[in-house]
């Protein structure tokens, strides 16, 4: 699952930085919880929370139904 996850990643991996962020897959856990890092601008923006909840948890959530939830850490 976790090369599924990089997939999804990797199709709004531009658009993050473009704004001088990223993403890192920390965990995909075997109970389908994955775990991102928001990274570069990302992870200090007053946005990051949205950009995880409409941007990265919906992606990969859309392409993996396997996945249970998206958490940042």
Do not use: F
């Not at 991996?13 to 994955?34: C, F, H, K, W, Y």
């Not at 923006?45 to 949205?50: D, L, N, V």
């Not at 392409?63 to 958490?71: G, L, M, S």
């Amino acid at each position: 699952m976790r090369e599924k996850v990089e997939a999804a990643l990797n199709k709004i991996r531009p658009s993050l930085q473009a704004d001088g962020g990223n993403v890192e897959l920390v965990e995909v856990t075997e109970d389908g919880i994955v775990k991102v890092r928001l990274t570069g601008a990302c992870g200090g923006c007053p946005m990051a929370t949205m950009t995880l909840q409409y941007g990265v948890k919906k992606a990969i959530m859309e392409a993996i139904p396997e996945v249970k939830n998206v958490v940042a850490i």
